[in-house]
DNA sequence: AATAAGAATGAGAAGCTTTTTCATTTATAT
DNA sequence: ATATAAATGAAAAAGCTTCTCATTCTTATT
């Protein structure tokens, strides 16, 4: 239930948060730009703006219910955070996004960042590539 | 001589593109967005325009003299290709940017994008943190 | 050294993503 | 039901980057 995991988040319940929430869950895809959400918005015929989408997403970040990424594609790109941290490797061709996990890389960041003398607050690595179909189709 | 390597790079040898290049080269720092190249031709009484700065930087890199580099701070950062891949740590606080590799990382990241059916292209990855020095001045 | 041809430049306009403003609407507590 | 504060939509604006086009400069050729 929606409603639940806003009023958890300190959230009011209000219809565009709730349907933008249906949408990040819905899990056809995981990974959406904030014009990918309204759109999706437009297609079922709800009237919300983009600034509510591009605030909702925002709040969403700083409430831990969703996670930006900044792809090199000139915009952000959320997901829903289901506690899982991994990676991402996407398709420079297609813009397909796979997530994968490795915690070797994930033990030697941590050393990294102290033996730079670092509190690690985040860390991110994508892998940019083409895809298994976007190879065949060249 | 700069203008050496922009004859390489089949570059015409122009005013912008040469103290660009000192620029890029000269060592203080090695990331730049184009507004700090921009700040650091005008404090040298250089009148070169906003645009010819994103147009050359956008040249170098396409001609492998520079790399761009997206941290999430909502513009690119440009450094000189010396030819030796690295990633970055970046200080969330101060934004200081340090460099380092690692071989088993860099091993690994192979083995990710092979097992997933990327033909990798590319890999960055970004740790974010605290740096020693805002540790401090907390 | 002068010339011609094409490339590069600067200024400003425009593009794109994202944020802000503000009048209006809505959710929630009473 | 009412009051209060928060959220929303539309439009404007911000921030970074690219484009357009008239002018200037580089380079190759006389
Ligand atoms: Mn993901
Ligand atoms: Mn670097
Ligand atoms: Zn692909
Ligand atoms: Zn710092």
Redesign the pocket.
């Known amino acids: 239930m929606e409603s639940q995991d806003l009023?958890k988040a300190g959230?009011?319940?209000?219809?565009?948060?709730v349907k933008i929430l249906e949408i990040l869950e819905s899990g056809k895809t995981r990974h959406f730009?904030?014009?990918d959400v309204y759109k999706q918005l437009l297609e079922a015929g709800e009237?919300?703006?983009?600034?509510?989408v591009?605030?909702?997403l925002?709040q969403f970040e700083t409430a831990g219910l969703v996670t930006r990424h900044h792809f090199d594609t000139?915009?952000?790109v959320f997901e829903m955070n289901l506690g899982n941290h991994h990676d991402h490797i996407v398709c420079v061709r297609c813009g397909r996004v796979d997530e994968f996990i490795d915690e070797t890389i994930e033990k030697l960041q941590h050393e990294i960042s102290e033996k730079a003398g670092y509190k690690m607050t985040d860390h991110c690595l994508y892998i940019y590539g083409v895809c298994q179909d976007c190879q065949k189709s060249e």
């Not at 959230?11 to 948060?17: E, F, G, I, N, Q």
């Not at 009237?47 to 509510?52: F, N, P, Q, S």
């Open positions: 009023r959230l009011k319940v209000t219809l565009p948060r730009s904030a014009e009237e919300i703006g983009l600034a509510t591009y605030r909702v925002t000139g915009h952000s």
